[in-house]
């Protein structure tokens, strides 16, 4: 099969090339998946991850990629769930091989069925931004109807989804980003906007929580607009600073079957929008992971027509 290599950490995506490699095989409860679209993360080749084992041994040349939409071709000993010939998309495990490939095995329960009314290029754009942004303001952030929150980058991947789910739920949503990313956030549901380059972000006033994706300063500063009792939710490492009267969790994205369902759920009736930038075929990928200016929405690599 063909898939996108990598060798060498310090070259980045520069380092990618495409080769052919063995089709895997179907371990114990695993499927085999023929891979539609595969969504890319940049930040993932500086995941340890993504270049070593779950022992620390060193697994190059490594296939990246953890966002797929496919077809379940083969089933492992013992899988139960899914049968061969379905539709699925999800969230490829982080120390195993990756989706920028024709073929990926992963364990099925990675996965949920993907509905036939939604394009592979849409199911594969979801699992990493929407299961973060589902995780981040519902199990970690425990977001209420009628609470308000800080949502940093607010235009991204990320950001759009937390906007809209924050929105669905009930509450006032404060976006951030750079000035030109305004429009965009406001499409997307924020109520307000704070461009972080202009304005003062401490006039927000308290709020019950902040959704990170940037880290540093910005963490920083708005750790103390965390109102008594509100949550602090960081995707971006370890935290930096913590609200002096509420809480602050970081966590890492987690493959979760019935999330993806409520997601692909609203994607379908219209309460849920995708942000795709970038689209590519795995051929002609490079150019599509080597932007030569800032990324507008996630990249997907068409794998198949």
């Known amino acids: 099969m063909k898939a996108i290599v990598v060798t060498d950490q310090a070259a980045g995506t520069r380092g990618m090339t495409l080769a052919e490699r063995p089709v895997p095989s179907a371990a114990i409860n695993d499927v085999v998946v023929r891979i539609h679209a595969s969504g890319f993360v940049p930040t993932e080749l500086e995941w340890p991850s993504t270049w070593t084992d779950r022992t ?4 190059t040349p490594s296939i990246p990629g953890h966002e797929l939409a496919g077809v379940v071709t083969a ?11 379905q539709r699925v998309f999800g969230l490829a495990d982080w120390h195993r091989d990756g989706t920028l490939a024709e073929y990926l095995a992963i364990e099925a329960r990675n996965l ?12 594969a754009s979801l699992p990493i931004s929407g299961l973060t942004a589902w995780q981040g303001l519902f199990q970690h952030g425990r977001l209420q109807p009628g609470q308000s929150i800080l949502a940093h980058g607010a235009a991204g991947a990320v950001g759009t989804m937390v906007t809209q789910l924050a929105r669905e739920a009930g509450a006032y949503v404060i976006g ?3 000035a030109a990313d305004r429009d965009k956030a406001l499409d997307f549901g924020a109520h307000e906007f704070v461009d972080l380059e202009q304005d003062a972000l401490e006039d927000v006033g308290d709020v019950d929580v902040v959704f990170d994706v940037l880290g540093g300063d910005v963490q920083k500063r708005s750790a103390a607009l965390v109102r008594a009792g509100g949550t602090l939710v960081s995707v971006v490492g370890p935290i930096q600073a913590r609200p002096a009267e509420g809480r602050a969790v970081d966590f890492v994205v987690e493959a979760d079957r019935a999330g993806l369902g409520e997601i692909v759920q609203r994607v379908r009736d219209g309460r849920l929008r995708t942000n ?14 080597n932007p030569t200016e800032r990324r507008k929405g996630k990249t997907i690599i068409r794998v198949r027509p």
């Open 56 to 59: 620390g041994r060193d697994k």
């Open 75 to 85: 089933l492992g000993y013992g899988t139960t769930g899914l049968s061969v010939g």
């Open 112 to 123: 949920a069925p993907l509905p036939g009314d939604v394009d592979f290029t849409v199911g």
């Open 176 to 178: 951030t980003g750079r």
């Open 276 to 289: 795709i930038g970038n689209i590519s075929t795995l051929d002609d990928a490079f150019a599509a992971l």
